[in-house]
């Protein structure tokens, strides 16, 4: 065997063979060994011979652009990837246009931690991976990329203001998924479900209030009628993870917050922090700094609903970030977040109530994950 990266190798024969070659193996022929790899069994061979396809012009396009059909989500996903480079092509946009393809962009964004007192004591630079869905009209839902990882779910009894119901606090194992950058808001709801719920704070970038469980999930299914794309609520473990997003402490700021940070009850603080002003009423989405993750309004503005079936505690919970759908009080499910009616120790990271399914009031909101490898 040569050692000559440019020579043929042992297994660059074997194309048409029984076994695929293995991911990183030379290909001859161009873009004939491209769709030679994309028919065979593994899964890894088919991600990279995507890759590669955007190597040979047009005809590269064209391969990259079929496997968006592929029956594996992970093929589909590194077409995805693979097309952005594209997106000016007009075959592209036709897709873009049409539903097929979703846009991906980066976006730099700034983090800050506070102290007790509330004040500013660190600001960080992040970058976040942006998912953008297109509802027609101008009006587009932007989803954040959020890492897989592990986290520990729940609060310790050490929290102040903290309910048994946030425990025992269990470790989560949570894979890879796609969140909301903000809450629904009112205008992308009515892009979709030709009305607008929201009963005392108008407004297009307001978040949607007044909105049941039962309406959530049903905006979720004709969202995932509208794309072609399988949207949901989030799982509770899906929440507090990209709530979280690393911290452990009762807010993603810090040991507090303040009404610079977030919009919520500020006649009732949290620790050391200042009252600030009460505004009795939402506030645009995006309106305060996010968390390491990209994700916005995770403290207060809105209660977001939650996929889960509500139960008392922990006991017995999914460890895989799964939603836990079974037992517990089916008529019930979770918000989480708080909202600006509740106090800022309602809105701790940690913090879950139950409502039924059925009803709403002016604080209801959600947020939607999109699952596109299943």
């Keep these: 065997m040569t050692d000559n990266q440019n020579q ?13 070659p293995p991911v990183n193996a030379a290909v001859l022929g161009g873009i004939e060994s491209v769709k030679m790899r994309l028919s065979a069994t593994d899964e890894l061979v088919r991600v990279a011979a995507v890759r590669d396809a955007m190597k040979y012009g047009e005809a590269g396009l064209d391969v990259a652009i079929a496997s968006l059909e592929d ?13 952005q480079e594209k997106l000016s092509h007009p075959k592209v946009k036709a897709l873009l246009a049409n539903n097929k393809l979703i846009k991906i962009y980066p976006e730099e964004f700034e983090t800050v931690t506070v102290n007790n007192l509330g004040e500013i004591i660190k600001r960080e630079p992040h970058q976040a991976e942006i998912l953008v869905e297109n509802l027609g009209r101008g009006v587009e839902l932007e989803i954040v990329s959020i890492p897989g990882g592990s986290f520990l779910m729940g609060s310790p009894e050490s929290e102040k203001e903290r309910y048994n119901r946030e425990g ?6 949570v894979p ?13 709801y009515e892009a979709v479900m030709g009305n607008n719920p929201s009963g005392f704070f108008k407004g297009a970038n307001r978040p949607v209030e007044t909105v049941a469980w039962n309406q959530a999930t049903e905006f979720c299914r004709q969202l995932s009628e509208k794309t072609g794309r399988q949207y949901r609520l989030p799982s509770e473990a899906q929440w507090e993870y990209a709530c979280r997003a690393g911290t452990t402490t ?10 610079n940070l977030a919009n919520y009850h500020s006649h009732y603080t949290y620790g050391f922090a ?3 002003v009460y505004r009795e009423e939402t506030t645009d989405v995006g309106s305060f700094p996010p968390n390491a993750f990209g994700l916005y309004d995770m403290h207060g503005n809105v209660g977001e609903w939650c996929q889960d079936v509500w139960h008392d505690n922990y006991t ?11 037992g517990g009080r089916g008529s019930r499910r979770m918000l989480r ?12 990271s940690a913090y879950r109530i139950k409502f039924v399914a059925d009803n709403w009031y002016e604080f209801y909101g959600f947020r939607v994950v999109l699952l596109p490898w299943l």
């Design 337 to 348: 977040g708080g909202s600006w009616r509740l106090s800022a120790g309602l809105c701790r």
């Design 71 to 83: 029956e594996s989500a992970q093929v589909r996903l590194a077409a995805i990837y693979s097309l």
């Design 316 to 326: 017995g919970a999914p460890t895989d970030g799964s939603a836990w759908e079974y």
């Design 274 to 276: 200042p009252e600030g």
């Design 176 to 188: 890879p998924f796609f969140l909301g950058k903000y809450p629904i808001t009112q205008q992308q």
């Design 8 to 20: 043929p190798r042992e297994y660059d024969a074997v194309l048409g063979g029984k076994n695929p």
């Design 168 to 173: 025992p606090q269990h470790r989560v194992n």
């Design 250 to 259: 009762p807010f993603y700021f810090g040991p507090t917050i303040t009404t």
